[in-house]
């Protein structure tokens, strides 16, 4: 990753963050670990991507400090959101809500919920419910009213994805890996 090299860039620090953030498989990779994946082989499947590029996107990830690499010692390797890697809830929300509003005619494909009283999430993240802006970890992620599951039986890691959890609840599903 290079520094920007424009005179526009060096003085924008959007152009900084895409440096990060700014590949489709990086993002995705982040939303993953926001709905709770934290192996190498859970990413691999549920996201479908070449090995290959998702060690690449892991190693920048935990480079930047975006995702820590916790290793057992055992074997057991997970990848799970740093605080600054939490910090990107916002856009991700932003730009799930965004994609909803003009590539999703039949309504929401997720939607969010406080946990604690069901109630609603608006755009900015406040309950409908008790008003309350509400945390990352008390925010539960179902299948909305655009959802369309796919054909076929679904993987152990879509099937917990698409059942309502809160965000950031680790998925255990399978042995772990190594990588
Ligand atoms: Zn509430």
């Given at each position: 990753m290079s520094l920007p090299s424009t005179y526009a860039d060096r003085n924008c620090s959007l152009a900084r963050a895409l440096e990060v953030v700014g590949e489709r498989w990086t993002l995705l990779v982040i939303r993953d670990a926001f709905f709770g994946v934290r192996r190498f082989g859970d990413f691999a499947t549920q996201l479908g991507l070449p090995r290959a590029v998702l060690t690449n996107r892991l190693k920048l990830l935990v480079r930047e400090g975006v995702l820590a690499r916790d290793d057992d010692g055992a074997g057991n390797v997970e990848y799970r959101l740093t605080t600054k890697g939490v910090e990107l809830w916002p856009i991700v929300r932003a730009l799930m809500n965004w994609g909803d509003a003009y590539y999703s005619p039949s309504g929401a494909r997720r939607s969010l919920r406080?946990?604690?009283?069901?109630g609603p999430l608006d755009?900015?993240?406040?309950?409908?419910?008790?008003g309350g802006v509400v945390p990352v970890t008390h925010t539960r992620i179902e299948p909305g009213p655009g959802f369309e599951p796919a054909a076929g039986t679904p993987d152990a890691v879509s099937r917990a994805i698409n059942t309502p959890r809160l965000l950031l609840e680790p998925i255990t599903t399978k042995p772990p890996t190594t990588e």
């Open positions: 406080h946990d604690a009283d069901g755009h900015e993240g406040r309950c409908r419910e008790c």
